[in-house]
C-alpha cells in the first residue's frame, strides 16, 4: 500500500519559517519525480516545487528564492524548507509523487498570520 504523508504544518508568523515533511512507503523512492502543490478554498491547485530523481529543482514564482526543496533517498522522505513566509501562503500544502503512477498525500496546513 502507497502511503505519502505529510507533517510539519501550523501556525507562524509573517516572516517566520516552517519546514515540511513528506514520508513516502510502497515505493521506489528515489525511480519517483516529487512535487509539492498548495490549494486554498475556492482556488486551483497551485504548483509549488519540485524535484527529479537526480534533484533537479524547479519552483513556481511565488516561491523562488524562499522555499528550497530537497530529497533524502536513504529516508524515503521529501522536505519543503520554507523562509520568509507570507499571508498568501496560507494553504493546504499537498506532496505528490509521480513516475509511471502517481500519487498524492493528505495535506498539511499552514497558516501564516500575526
Known amino acids: 500500500q502507497v502511503q505519502l504523508v505529510e507533517s510539519g504544518g501550523g501556525l507562524v508568523q509573517p516572516g517566520g519559517s516552517l519546514r515540511l515533511s513528506c514520508a513516502a512507503s510502497?515505493?521506489?523512492?528515489?525511480?519517483?519525480?516529487l512535487r509539492w502543490f498548495r490549494q486554498t478554498i475556492g482556488k486551483q491547485r497551485e504548483f509549488v516545487a519540485s524535484i527529479t530523481p537526480v534533484s533537479i529543482t524547479d519552483y513556481g514564482p511565488s516561491v523562488k528564492g524562499r522555499f528550497t526543496i530537497t530529497r533524502d533517498n536513504a529516508k524515503n522522505t521529501m522536505y519543503l524548507q520554507m523562509n520568509s513566509l507570507k499571508p498568501e501562503d496560507t494553504a493546504v500544502y499537498y506532496c505528490?509523487?509521480?513516475?509511471?503512477?502517481?500519487?498524492w498525500g493528505l495535506g498539511t496546513q499552514v497558516t501564516v498570520s500575526s
Open positions: 505528490n509523487a509521480v513516475a509511471m503512477t502517481e500519487y
Open positions: 510502497g515505493i521506489t523512492f528515489s525511480l519517483y519525480g
